[in-house]
């Protein structure tokens, strides 16, 4: 369950926080028009992201993977799509 939304100069990121006890943060993965997801920052802990390295008039696809304290990663919920105008 991920959601974007965008504001007036970014585009925020929810999804639903993973309740696994091993749960080590999470990776955000984002693309840019149809291209290829390339992971975002580093490990998040809260299950939310505002992206701010983005330009009006583009398309962006995310992706979240949860990762566990071994470095296991899950497989990616999404893709969501938001366009900043």
Do not use: C
Request: charged share 25%.
């Amino acid at each position: 369950g991920v959601t974007a939304a965008t504001a007036p100069n970014s585009i925020e990121l929810s999804w639903e926080r993973n309740t696994e006890p091993d749960l080590a943060g999470y990776h955000i993965y984002r693309s840019t028009g149809g291209g290829p997801f390339g992971k975002v920052g580093d490990l998040l802990q809260l299950p939310s992201y505002s992206d701010r390295d983005i330009e009006r008039g583009k398309t962006y696809r995310y992706a979240v993977s949860a990762i566990d304290k071994t470095g296991n990663e899950s497989a990616r919920a999404g893709p969501v799509e938001a366009t900043l105008r």
